[in-house]
């Protein structure tokens, strides 16, 4: 994701040190990046360092290590929060130093789920699309394999929603934009076979004036979907055609003069995470173009 969204810097001419200084204002003193209520959150530093490495500015390695030393090897983490631990630490190369990768890895097995994938809580009897995608980048992260690689993938095969998408539940009627697009790239990256009609099953997800939705009778796309909707089609090689230049005009009216992207036009607030989406979004939409 984040070698995509280094292509969008240039698509932002003069607005790129906006952007960048959108990403810088969202710091804390303590070295954490702020969530919507202005507090330190990992799960928002994760996108504000991805967020500048896509821009290619200084990152604020000490402060934000300084930051994250107070989790130690993330015990008292819930599941999302620790996986954000583990990105952060491999983002600043300090996997091997404060955060010794077993200890990492002990804490992430204590969220597999019965069936085999991963879930946001201790002792679940399934795995939800989210938390997988969530698990393998950890992995990834820590230089590990998944361990038992064949009943994580079943476990995603459990999450098949009737219409043909993927939940981050069993038995859903309707799958979800991202969850689909993760399972998507999860498949992709464990050289599994993806079904051949989910490239149109995502393909059908793209509103009529440009950006995805989240399912089939969402009220407007939304930034999310659109990111993740456009990177599940590039790992597919699905062909965009005028869907890119649509998905440009979406996000662009996303876009606000402080530098940062709303997730929605019902938003109301910018932050580091959807501000991340924006500019992957335009990286996947402007290589499509380059096609």
């Not at 919507?36 to 290619?56: K, N």
């Not at 079904?195 to 969402?218: N, Y």
């Amino acid at each position: 994701m984040l070698q995509v969204a280094r292509v969008a810097p240039p698509q932002l001419g003069e607005s790129r040190d906006l952007v960048a200084s959108f990403f810088e204002s969202c710091l804390n003193p303590d070295g954490g990046f702020r969530n919507r209520a202005g507090e330190s959150d990992l799960y928002y530093t994760v996108f504000g360092l991805d967020g500048l490495c896509a821009l290619q500015a200084p990152l604020p390695g000490a402060a934000v290590l300084s930051y994250v030393d107070r989790f130690g090897y993330g015990a008292t983490l819930d599941f999302v929060h620790l996986t954000c631990l583990i990105r952060i630490c491999a983002a600043l190369r300090a996997v091997n130093s404060g955060h010794p990768p077993r200890a990492l890895l002990h804490h992430l097995e204590r969220y597999r789920a019965a069936d085999g994938g991963y879930s946001h809580s201790v002792g679940a009897t399934s795995g939800s699309a989210y938390a997988a995608y969530l698990a393998l980048g950890a992995h990834q992260d820590l230089g590990a394999q998944i361990p038992d690689p064949d009943r994580f993938i079943q476990a995603l095969g459990r999450l098949k929603a009737d219409d043909g998408g993927y939940s981050n539940q069993p038995g859903e009627r309707c799958g979800l934009t991202p969850a689909t697009a993760g399972v998507v790239a999860a498949l992709r990256q464990l050289d599994a076979p993806i079904e051949p009609h989910l490239g149109m099953w995502l393909l059908d997800r793209c509103h009529s004036s440009g950006g995805f939705l989240a399912t089939p009778d969402a009220p407007m796309p939304d930034l999310l979907s659109t990111a993740t909707a456009l990177h599940a089609l590039a790992g597919l090689q699905v062909p965009l055609g005028g869907l890119a230049d649509r998905c440009l005009d979406f996000v662009d009216s996303l876009w606000t003069n402080r530098g940062g992207f709303f997730g929605s036009w019902a938003d109301d607030d910018v932050d580091c995470e959807y501000t991340y989406y924006g500019l992957l979004a335009i990286g996947h939409a402007t290589l499509a173009n380059q096609a």
